[in-house]
């Protein structure tokens, strides 16, 4: 640890807490009557208020101190991107409880070592999720309350689970005043378990003071304000919907909540785009591409050209940010960051005014990469010793994440912390490169990077060259153990057609980009790819499927 | 004070502290290329860049610390809007030392209580404004260092001044890098001490915490970012330029610093702001209409349909801010804080986007107003004995103000804090309405307020009422004593002509607005209202001349 140091006293309201539930009544004061649109579950859409909401917050604070919810308790929430997932983001944190998000992915036995892990005595869940929380109860004993939220009378549901009452019977009861307690903005706000692919679940647990800077800086850097409308994609029980649920309230921006849809309801999403004028929106590009694909069908193009899309998790493909762009107007953001960094580190929003003299190709090709940290983040990257490396757009080292809404440790884990963090700051696991002029560009996965003969491949680099071929529908490029040269790259791929694709078109296409020792000596059809529950690629799934392609002696 | 609650402890990079100087250090990082453009001594312009700057700074915190300068020392600034005084916002702070602003309007006798009340042992001083330091130092006997700053070479310099050294010579044998220790953000940052008409001024010693806290708020609330051009207008001596200087840098903006300018070189700021393309700037009144005037005189009005001119101190005219929209598309948005307060509490910035039944004179009317209180600040309005109103656009009481970048009490002063903070809220003096939709309006001061028969009667509206007549240059509403009606409200007004104007024209003009009983018996012609340090009309002075008007026996 550093020393601090300090300095004169100041004069300042230094003892003044950054408390999350302030920004919800701050925006209740100020903007009272801005809209909060939501999909009701019969798939319809309503509206409320912030001023409605906020009204309904306080019951739900009075509702969970009735239950006997008290300071440093925690509490889950399955359910989807609806009101009162909304409404519980803001009581939850509120009564200095912690606000568990429980994936609805992820597989009971895991969801339910998280819940245990958390200890969380009461979930509420959405009817509609019923049958998961009664799959999950064997799995989670330490649940002593479930609380089931529908729109539909309570006698007409059978919750089938032990202990279980009725949210909205609660709330037609409880005031709707709630004395706010001051919290201690070190105080966990809320918890997320990773959902990486090794290992069990890990707990990143948010404070108070994490997300109030994190939702600042996000506003500044999205530059939102009231006159935007952001529409909710991402879950909000991962990652806490990439802090857009905070930074909106923050800005007394217009919110739109999809509520309950399918991979196939990309209509959905985007008819609510255009009707409620969306300006900002999360998701992954397995999100986006389906929408902009239902967009081409439309008789005519919305404009969309004051939309920005928040676009994580993966790299988005730039024929996805090109068609947004040119049908639309929209533009593609791609920004940076895990579970583990609140999420946001880096944000692609706008290319520099400095780089007057690039051209077009250029500009789309500077905007594929993760961008510019957020003011607030310090990154660096370093050597497989843990040595810095020059940022001078050729190294690539692992990248290291510091500052006051990055982990730094994991609840209740007492793994070795030095493969996770060094000095205080997180392994991102990333492989980066970073420009002088501050763009990070991600190359790889550290554990996803192909060690061939004492050299590096990136693994990214080789799947984007290869879905570039007209029937490749999606493909993973991994590194297979080899007697002679340590590892070689495998590529994986399914196709459009079911065909198989000739290792020597595969070598076409990677010719131009490609050192000859690099290119693959095998290409695997497959039907489709692994993928983890969150939608990547689960490359852990496909290293061990080929663990012994080439027949290594262990 | 309030019961601090404490939850579950969190994961996050909660020791993380908010200091200043990462702030330049990250924009230096990030967009090391952008430029800070400043205005030379010889009144020519130059340009250098961040990281230009980023490496002087750390050369002027090297310099610093050769001077002996270390954590919870002051160091005070006699310098304009100058590229020195921008690196020395950072550099002071950043050795955990308080930057001390200098008001160069105060007299010397001032400027020396401020100097010593706040222990100042170095002082940098602008070579041009040798002849004030040497005013002061008999007055400021704590200095034991002063630092003169010039282009020119010292050789050529005689200070007249105790142990004083040169910055640049001290600069060119200074290292370009320093190991900035990490600062205890509740450390002071640096002091300002109000040029209040009551009283000795009175140190504001703002926060690392505080001022980081503010500049987040102000860049999101200002929308500002890399494409914007900042010039600060408003001294960096007071109040740190409205923070300016740090939003600005917090969003890797283009900087102008227009270096030292009079009143009548309002041409300089005008062509500095076409020629630069300035997009976002800050001044009072008394700064933006000359400016205006100016403006017109052009050939043909430039297009500053980007400029959001931050406007404070005062309320702007209405006028003005019609007559910037229409001649040149800027946007001049009234903000309302004050030295206590960072100062950004309100802003206006844009009309909400929900209010679009507005005709176009009730929204120019709207926009003359205070604003919305900035996300993070809370307000209330309570009358004399304390008692909160309810914000119904209706209620009128003194305007009580709480939050991080709030001042909570006074540097070293004994005086009785409850004349001035109530239950950790500072009372600003401003009596206001705040309407049910959030907006804030100032009504006058508490003391301004004309408290006659048992009512009051707001002096701003009546002097807004009396500028409206064609010969009236200025005006000023101040309560007299009376012997029946306790107070009555008295006009002093100067004219363009130098002529009189007659009670009956006063009274014809207030008519419409105005009760009979409110309507002033007297109206004074003189040839200038008497103001403050700082542009503000000064009261107290016009008080004290007039108090016997009414011949009350005391």
Redesign the interface.
Same mark, same amino acid.
């Given at each position: 640890?550093?020393?601090?140091?300090?300095?004169?006293?100041?004069?300042?309201?230094?003892?003044?807490?950054?408390n999350t539930t302030?920004?919800i009544r701050?925006?209740a004061?100020?903007?009272?009557?801005?809209q909060i649109v939501y999909r009701t579950p019969d798939g319809g859409w309503d509206r409320y208020t912030y001023a409605d909401a906020y009204a309904r917050i306080q019951q739900a604070a009075n509702v969970l101190t009735g239950l006997g919810v008290g300071?440093?308790d925690?509490v889950g929430i399955l359910d989807w991107n609806s009101k009162r997932h909304f409404e519980l983001y803001w009581a939850i944190p509120g009564t200095?409880?912690?606000m568990l998000q429980m994936n609805l992915r992820l597989a009971p036995e895991d969801l339910g070592y998280v819940t245990t892990h958390s200890g969380a005595s009461v979930v509420l869940v959405d009817e509609s999720l019923l049958p998961a929380a009664r799959e999950l109860a064997p799995h989670a004993p330490g649940v002593r309350t479930w609380v089931v939220m529908s729109d539909r009378p309570s006698s007409e549901i059978d919750p089938g689970l032990p202990n279980a009452v009725f949210f909205e019977d609660l709330m037609a009861e409880a005031s709707a005043e709630y004395d706010w307690?001051?919290?201690?903005?070190?105080?966990?706000?809320s918890a997320c378990y990773t959902t990486g692919t090794t290992g069990r679940p890990k707990?990143?647990?948010? %404070?108070?003071?994490?997300i109030y800077?994190h939702t600042?800086?996000q506003?500044?850097a999205v =530059?939102?304000? %009231?006159?935007d409308t952001v529409m909710l994609i991402t879950p909000m029980f991962h990652g806490q919907s990439w802090g857009l649920p905070q930074s909106a309230v923050? %800005?007394?921006a217009k919110v739109v909540l999809p509520g309950r849809y399918a991979a196939e309801d990309t209509s959905v999403l985007v008819d609510a785009m255009i009707a409620e004028q969306v300006t900002v929106a999360n998701g992954a590009p397995a999100i986006f591409g389906p929408m902009l694909a239902y967009l081409e069908t439309l008789d005519e193009a919305p404009d969309l050209s004051r939309a920005r899309l928040l676009c994580g998790a993966t790299e988005p493909p730039l024929s996805m940010m090109r068609g947004f762009f040119e049908l639309t107007g929209a533009d593609v953001i791609h920004a940076y960051g895990a579970t583990e960094t609140?999420p946001f580190v880096t944000v692609n929003?706008?290319i =520099?005014?400095?780089l007057t003299g690039l051209s077009d190709d250029q500009r789309w090709d500077l905007k594929r990469c993760q961008g510019?940290?957020v003011?607030?983040i310090?990154v660096r990257i370093v050597d497989a010793a843990g040595a810095d490396l020059p940022?001078d757009g050729v190294a690539e080292g692992e990248l290291l994440i510091?500052?006051?809404?990055?982990?730094?440790?994991?609840?209740d884990l007492d793994d070795a912390p030095g493969e996770r963090f060094i000095d205080?700051f997180w392994r991102s696991g990333d492989v980066a490169t970073i420009y002088?002029?501050?763009y990070l560009k991600v190359v790889d996965r550290l554990k996803d990077v192909v060690k061939s003969g004492g050299e590096w491949i990136s693994s990214i680099d080789m799947e984007n060259a290869v879905v570039a071929h007209p029937r490749v529908a999606e493909a993973a490029v991994i590194g297979v153990a080899h007697p002679k040269w340590q590892e070689r790259p495998v590529v994986l791929l399914a196709t459009v057609d079911g065909d198989d694709v000739p290792l020597s078109e595969i070598h076409d296409l990677l010719a131009t980009r490609f050192a000859k020792w690099q290119l693959p000596d095998t290409v695997i059809r497959v039907d489709a790819l692994p993928r983890t529950s969150v939608g990547k690629l689960d490359k852990k799934v496909m290293r061990v499927e080929y663990a012994d392609l080439y027949q290594v002696v262990r």
């Open positions: 640890m550093t020393d601090i140091v300090r300095g004169l006293p100041s004069t300042h309201g230094d003892s003044f807490q950054l302030t920004l701050h925006a004061r100020t903007f009272p009557e801005q300071p440093a925690v200095a409880a912690v307690p001051v919290i201690d903005e070190t105080s966990a706000y707990g990143v647990y948010y %404070s108070h003071r994490g800077l600042m800086a506003a500044a =530059k939102m304000g %009231s006159d923050y %800005s007394q609140t929003a706008g =520099k005014p400095t510019l940290p003011n607030g310090e940022h510091r500052g006051p809404w990055i982990t730094e440790r994991y609840h205080g002088p002029n501050g």
